[in-house]
């Protein structure tokens, strides 16, 4: 599942990603008495026998299937990385043998993703009259869409502090000039988001903050990796030059001090432009793409569309004890990466030590390995290997749904959604074709041992033997959440629905998380499955040694299921709820 979408102060905006508001004021407390994780899972091998795959959807297929996605050697599925390659290659593979019908590019399973790299020009400068300022020293250039605007030629103007709205200038001021904007550590811990900073000034021709000084030297370091992202087909407009700037260098900018000037005070011109240079990533971004063609000679014009994600965040430079992140998260950390990382005090540090001191006797110190790899087993392998699951047992039906069942893994969901959002602005199949998209995100987890979620008001809760969550079921369409219940209903075990996460305005913000947005946003009927959150998410520690894949057999047969009652209905899903603007910001 992508990377929570938080608001973004000066400071964390390009080095971190905050929990969100709701998960950083939840209690992170230990386990109850009597819930404590079962430590034994510490012990389960790391490595599994594979076994031919079957018509059926099973778990041992599904572990079968997993293993081999989610095995270090593909090195976390990063986008545009050997390992997301390799990983997207084995879908395609696999499809091929089952027979599915290629609808990528050319003929084959795959669409390429227009995706760019895109680095600091180090021939370009900001200048402003004879002074030139030096990257990473004076200021860092951040990456706003396609490009910035140029700033050559622009006045210089103090727009106010930072996150004080009261201070900050009109926005017709701040036309076509750079707006310089104090910051201080208190004010950005409650600041404005980048986002609001640039819809507050639309029309200027940048926007300087002087928060480079609060960015600690190993994030600016890290700030000076090239960034990936989409290509537009049609010239987007420019938005406005951002940059984090020393005091010193706004105070230049400004020719007064940036502590004792007024807003709306005029400064220097500035005369010449940092940009960005552009070019085409080493590794491709590919989504993999095949259908399963309908039995009615008319419906099979239509498709029902099952999805996954085939990336995830790939690799950590700084390997750690495994069974030392795994005890720490189970116990204080159970939201994973939507949590902070614990402060452990001393009794709290005993504790884990008293742990893992029997753990590591009890796996003769193999427990104890260093890691590195974010394997991504519940994200997205579980999703990817089950659309495969579901695939497989389609292909051997010898009579299909009357609509035909359209696959798509897509890439770079961790990164911004790209391969959902590529594939629906050029779907390979008519776009208004598509009467729902089914997808599956993190489907191998949910027990009670597990947090799987959070309350809009910040209440923590568990999972349970029958334990999936639904998101977006009747956001378009009444019918096909309703027809989720009713097909759920009819289900020899059935499962038990949560949508606490699909509150409007919960602050984690799921509806908006992963790829059925990118479907919802053109007005297709959409429904996410997951089994919520865990202590792994975004960690080393999800492996597939961890999954339950009884239960992600069970989400996988049932949304088998649902695609075919989808696919057999006389009727499309009414969509009878108000249609987002694609191109607008998603709102839960």
Known sequence: MRKPAVKLTA???????????????????????????????????RTHTPTP?????????LATRLYIFADDSMAGRLLATPGNVKGVEYIANEVKQMGLVPMGDNGTYFQKVNLVERAYDDSTRLSAGSTSFTPWTDYILRVQGTGPQSV???????????????????????????????????????????????????QAAGIAAAAMDLIPPQMQQALRRP????????????????????KRTASALLGADIETSKPGALGVTVTATPRFKERPTEYPARNVVAVIPGSDPKLRNEFVAIGAH????????????????????????????????PQLDATQQAQVNTLLADIRRRTNGESARRDSIYNGADDDGSGSVSALEI???????????????????????????????????????????????????????????????????????????????????????????????????????PMSFDYSMDANGHPLNIYCRSDHYEYARYGIPIIFFTTGGHADYHQVTDEPQYIDYDRMARVAQYVADLATRVGNLDHRPVVDKPKPDPKGQCVQ
């Open 53 to 61: 795959t079957t018509a059926a959807i099973t778990a041992a297929d």
């Open 227 to 246: 960034s990936q992202s989409l290509k537009g087909d049609d010239a987007a407009a420019a938005l406005p030059t951002f940059l984090y700037v020393t």
């Open 310 to 341: 085939n990336d995830h965040i790939g690799w950590n430079v700084r390997p750690a004890a495994h069974d030392s992140i795994y005890i720490v998260n189970h116990l204080y950390r159970t939201g994973g990466a939507e949590d902070r990382a």
């Open 152 to 202: 050559d030629g622009a006045r210089v103007i103090y727009g106010g502090m930072w996150g004080d709205e009261a201070t900050l200038i009109d926005p017709a001021a701040a036309a076509g000039k750079l707006v310089v904007l104090n910051a201080n550590q208190s004010g950005t811990r409650q600041g404005m988001s980048v986002a609001a900073v640039i819809r507050r000034f639309p």
């Open 11 to 45: 400071l964390l905006a390009i080095v971190a990603i905050a929990a969100p508001a709701a998960a950083q004021q939840a209690a992170v407390t230990p386990y109850e008495a009597g819930s404590s994780p079962n430590w034994d899972v510490l012990l389960a091998p």
């Open 391 to 493: 695939a497989q047992y389609f292909a051997a039906q010898k009579v299909k749904p009357k609509r035909s069942l359209l696959f798509v893994w897509h890439v770079g969901e961790e990164e911004g959604l790209y391969g959902s959002q590529w594939y629906t602005d050029h779907p390979t199949v008519p776009r208004d074709s598509i009467v729902a998209q089914l997808n599956m995100d993190m489907i191998g987890r949910g027990a009670a041992s597990d947090n799987t979620g959070i309350t809009k008001d910040g209440v923590r809760y568990r999972g349970n033997a029958d334990y999936v969550q639904l998101v977006g079921s009747r956001r378009l369409s009444t019918e096909l959440g309703d027809l989720a219940e009713s097909v759920n209903r009819a289900e020899k075990r």
